[in-house]
């Protein structure tokens, strides 16, 4: 029996290139390694900043043991250190005042420090630990307010003495303290004790200082415009939750906007659904809203759009979400979203089973191919079908290497993701080329990209966190507030 090994074969793939970030309002400096960017240009709002305060100001909820423990932590990140690890990738830290423009000083207030008890058992007056940590936890935030106009960001260190305390039925520590953070409209920074121990310096510097000067309202780096992408883009994630007991749980869903194509305005929108879910084991493995909710969200968003832009529309709405859109959630957002001229709504899927490996041409004529020692180029896009592509968002990354060739994490053979569009028209490289460059714009941590574009990773972190906190309303929120 003869075979057609033609048909069997697989689409060409194409290489996007590495999207650019800029670290200045006119586009002027660019870098695609968001780390070496900042080190050379200073972070995109440094102007703004600066005239908005003239130090980043640090208030602390701590033990009092862990006291010595932040200072040190101040202290690494006002000096310079050396990379001791991911060399190919991460520059030498210069200090926060030289590279952000601005001192990170101590709040000068006495009162902006709150010392906590060292023992577990003396937290709070009573309750379980859980319930005594919330209220030392509470109480702190509340003499912070006192002073709210003396810092900007707050650290709070829950060291590991505490871990009895950390996580009950319905209860996560984190999650807490960053629903009493958004309550209080103040942005938090959790320490713990593998943050003041961690033995590599300089990438602690660099993931901890991004990570306070976007709580305290900066903007370190923006997407450089990408030419295929139309003007006026704007993009939403949904991420699904599920609050309450088993016999009465619903959903609690959130909308992550990036407002512009350039990854700025993120804010969040916490939307608990009014359906009820009726089948919670199908809810489980294939979260999706009815057509009301889904109207409702998306509706919801567009009205934080408009009132950002002036009233104005996007031209072009992207929405993603982790889960195939049902007719019932296609028909929801189209009610809402009517106005718009154009809108697609992807399903990114992390886990598509798939493997890539990168084959060099044999060194002799007529020898086999041989694989490379680094995996496939990130930005490798393999065409499916007319509406379904792998994009390969980890992968080889030369150009934002200091040397040389770098794989981010260094460890097994990266898979892509896949994105299926289920509505809207155009090349599926531009959608893409979006999900990309989405991946990194993840302002709290120092790596290159995320698994997956911020729309999903944002939108996801959030649903967790109002799923676990009963009392959070459902309010539009700044990110920087649950970071």
Same mark, same amino acid.
């Given at each position: 029996m003869s075979m057609n090994f033609d048909a069997s074969?697989? *689409?060409?793939? #194409?290489? @996007?290139?590495?999207?650019? @970030? #800029?670290?200045?309002? /006119?586009?002027?400096?660019?870098?695609?390694?968001?780390?070496?960017?900042?080190?050379?240009?200073?972070?995109?709002?440094?102007? #703004?900043?600066?005239a908005y305060t003239p130090a980043l100001r640090i208030a602390s909820i701590a033990p009092l043991s862990g006291l010595a423990g932040l200072r040190d932590l101040i202290d690494t990140l006002r000096s310079n250190q050396k990379p001791g690890d991911r060399k190919e990738y991460v520059p030498h830290f210069r200090?926060?005042?030289?590279?952000? &423009?601005?001192?990170?000083?101590?709040?000068?207030?006495?009162? /902006?420090? %709150?010392?906590?008890?060292?023992?577990?058992?003396?937290?709070?007056?009573?309750?379980?630990?859980?319930?005594? @940590?919330?209220? /030392?936890?509470?109480?702190? =935030?509340?003499?912070? =307010?006192?002073?709210?106009? +003396?810092?900007?960001?707050?650290? !709070?260190?829950?060291?590991?003495?505490?871990?009895? *305390?950390?996580?009950?039925? &319905?209860?996560?520590?984190?999650?807490?303290?960053? /629903?009493?953070?958004? *309550?209080?409209?103040i942005p938090t920074q959790v320490i713990n004790d593998r943050a003041i121990n961690f033995q590599y310096k300089a990438s602690l510097a660099w993931r901890l200082s991004i990570a306070l000067y976007v709580k305290a309202g900066g903007i370190p780096w923006k997407l450089a415009p990408l030419p295929?992408?139309?003007?006026? #883009?704007?993009? %939403?994630?949904?991420a699904y939750a599920l609050r309450g007991e088993p016999k009465e749980a619903h959903y609690v869903?959130?909308?992550? +906007?990036?407002?512009?194509?350039?990854?700025?305005? =993120?804010?969040? !929108?916490?939307?608990?659904?009014?359906?009820?879910?009726?089948?919670?084991?199908?809810?489980?493995?294939?979260?999706?809203?009815s057509r009301n909710d889904m109207r409702a969200v998306l509706a919801r968003s567009l009205h934080l759009y408009q009132g950002r832009n002036g009233g104005q529309l996007p031209r072009r709405l992207v929405v993603h979400k982790t889960t195939a859109f049902r007719s019932e959630e296609m028909e929801g957002a189209l009610d809402a979203l009517s106005a718009v001229p154009e809108v697609e709504c992807i399903e990114v899927g992390s886990s598509p089973g798939w493997r890539g490996v990168w084959l060099n041409q044999g060194r002799k004529r007529g020898a086999r191919s041989e694989p490379d020692g680094y995996p496939v180029p990130r930005g490798t896009v393999l065409q499916r079908s007319g509406n379904s592509v792998l994009v390969w968002v980890a992968g080889n990354a030369p150009r934002a290497s200091l040397q040389g060739d770098y794989y981010q994490g260094k460890k097994s053979i990266p898979r892509p993701i896949s994105l299926v569009r289920h509505a809207g028209i155009g090349p599926m490289e531009t959608t893409a080329l979006e999900a990309l460059a989405l991946t990194k714009m993840d302002w709290n941590n120092d790596a290159l990209y995320d698994p997956v574009p911020v729309t999903i990773r944002y939108s996801q972190r959030l649903a967790r966190t109002i799923a676990n906190v009963r009392a959070l309303p459902g309010n539009a929120y700044a990110y920087r507030l649950f970071m």
């Open positions: 074969k697989m *689409a060409p793939f #194409t290489l @996007l290139e590495e999207p650019q @970030l #800029t670290f200045d309002p /006119a586009d002027q400096s660019l870098d695609v390694n968001p780390l070496r960017g900042l080190d050379l240009f200073g972070p995109y709002s440094s102007a #703004t900043f600066r200090g926060f005042a030289d590279i952000f &423009g601005v001192p990170l000083i101590g709040a000068p207030t006495g009162s /902006a420090h %709150i010392k906590l008890p060292d023992d577990l058992d003396k937290l709070g007056e009573n309750g379980p630990a859980h319930e005594r @940590l919330l209220q /030392a936890l509470r109480g702190g =935030m509340d003499r912070l =307010m006192l002073v709210r106009d +003396q810092f900007d960001v707050a650290l !709070v260190h829950l060291p590991d003495a505490w871990q009895a *305390a950390f996580r009950a039925p &319905g209860f996560d520590a984190h999650d807490a303290l960053k /629903a009493l953070g958004a *309550a209080y409209g295929e992408v139309p003007e006026g #883009t704007a993009y %939403i994630g949904l869903t959130c909308c992550s +906007q990036v407002f512009d194509a350039d990854g700025g305005g =993120m804010q969040f !929108v916490a939307f608990e659904a009014r359906d009820p879910v009726k089948d919670i084991e199908e809810a489980r493995r294939n979260p999706f809203l």
